[in-house]
């Protein structure tokens, strides 16, 4: 190898280092570790196409995961919710948690019952959530939540006011501590199995909308916005 491709290969792997999350003990991924992924914005990626976490967490000895919305400012991820529900009351508190997010692209057909699997893209985070006390980052993950869901919808609807503000708790983790985990392609049979006359393959899924249905108390003179007629999740 000469020179320049020493120099090449060495900035290669140190924007990787920049770009991935560090592996932890607990983000490490260990069962199939090929499918697993660091890269911050893979990550992020699928952060950002997924519209419900779950989020684990121990209180007296007893382990909930209870299923949320959420959103991503830049390398957090909010929560939010009433200060008197369990999930906020608890974490707000300053317990470790896990926060988990899960992608189905599809289902994986194989020549035996064993070998069928699932296509799919899956985030793990770890760490502790802290309350959001600065009212200017509380209304942006406010906006963020909001966006998270529908693109678009922020800059028409009425935003908060200072008493729902007040009603509603923002908690903020940190994405230090994340791994992601993925599957594509078609089944891998054992050898033998794939002369079997068994159909074998791949039946991809995707989130898909109707039809709007519209308030029946909107005025017959508001139209369908164009971010409600085209939506869409993914890249």
């Not at 692209?105 to 019952?113: N, P």
Request: glycine share 6%; aromatic share 6%; charged share 20%.
């Amino acid at each position: 190898m000469n020179t320049n491709n020493q120099h090449f290969d060495k900035a290669q792997r140190k924007q990787q280092t920049i770009n991935n999350i560090p592996i932890t003990s607990r983000t490490k991924i260990r069962r199939v570790p090929q499918r697993g992924n660091y890269d911050r914005e893979t990550i992020y990626q699928i952060l950002d196409e997924g519209l419900i976490c779950h989020t684990g967490f121990i209180v007296n000895g007893q382990t909930f995961v209870i299923p949320t919305a959420y959103g991503r400012i830049n390398d957090r991820l909010y929560i939010h919710g009433s200060p008197a529900s369990r999930l906020i009351k608890t974490l707000k508190e300053g317990v470790e948690i896990c926060v988990t997010v899960t992608l189905l692209d599809g289902l994986v057909l194989a020549r035996s019952a064993y070998h069928h699997s699932m296509n799919y893209r899956s985030v793990m985070a770890f760490g502790i959530a802290t309350v959001v006390e600065n009212e200017a980052e509380k209304l942006a993950a406010l906006q963020a939540f909001t966006e998270h869901i529908i693109r678009d919808r922020w800059q028409e609807v009425r935003p908060p006011n200072p008493q729902e503000l007040a009603g509603t708790l923002v908690l903020s983790l940190p994405l230090n501590e994340a791994s992601a985990k993925m599957r594509s392609g078609p089944p891998i049979d054992d050898k033998d199995d794939y002369n079997l006359p068994v159909w074998a393959g791949e039946l991809p899924l995707s989130l898909q909308t109707s039809s709007p249905i519209v308030d029946p108390r909107l005025p017959e003179n508001i139209g369908i916005p164009p971010y409600v007629k085209n939506y869409s999740r993914g890249n």
